[in-house]
């Protein structure tokens, strides 16, 4: 069996656990398809408080948002506290979210493009994976 590039970054991916936070219930659906399609162990939420609850009560490698949830402080402390720790991966390129505090931000276009996600996703775990290696 050949294992090309694609296929490699596809398994690279699997068992990879991220949160996907949109309001949007349409590109939600889309994205969180194309996530466990890449055999990612995905959960959604649609709100601020879901999204400052979840990132609070558990760890993920990444968080998909669109940054427009981000405007509410609660959520926005809750990513920044776990940000050190997490891929964080910018689902709106608006003005407003361009002034949010947030680390390291990674930027995707919607509606998410497969082959662009898988790459995003799999340069975030890489970088996760580093600072792990380095850290005592």
Same mark, same amino acid.
């Given at each position: 069996? =050949? =294992?090309?590039?694609? %296929?490699? &970054?596809? %398994?690279? %991916?699997?068992?990879? &656990?991220? %949160?996907l936070a949109d309001a949007n219930p349409i590109e939600r659906k889309h994205t969180q398809d194309v996530l466990s399609g890449f055999g990612i162990d995905v959960e959604a939420v649609e709100t601020?408080?879901?999204?400052?609850?979840?990132?609070?009560?558990?760890?993920?490698e990444a968080v998909l948002v669109d940054?427009?949830?981000?405007?509410?402080?609660e959520a926005t402390y809750q990513v920044e506290v776990s &940000?050190?720790?997490?891929?964080?991966l910018d689902m709106d390129r608006s003005d407003e979210s361009a002034s949010l505090p947030l680390r390291a931000r990674?930027? $995707?276009?919607?509606?998410?493009?497969?082959?662009?996600?898988?790459?995003?996703?799999?340069? $975030?775990?890489?970088? $996760?994976?580093?600072?792990?290696?380095?850290a005592p």
């Open positions: 069996r =050949i =294992i090309t590039r694609y %296929l490699a &970054n596809e %398994l690279y %991916l699997k068992g990879m &656990n991220v %949160l601020a408080e879901a999204l400052a609850e979840r990132v609070g009560a558990r760890e993920y940054s427009r949830l981000l405007t509410e402080s &940000n050190a720790r997490l891929g964080l990674e930027w $995707i276009e919607r509606p998410v493009e497969p082959s662009v996600l898988r790459e995003k996703l799999v340069m $975030i775990r890489r970088k $996760i994976e580093q600072r792990r290696e380095v």
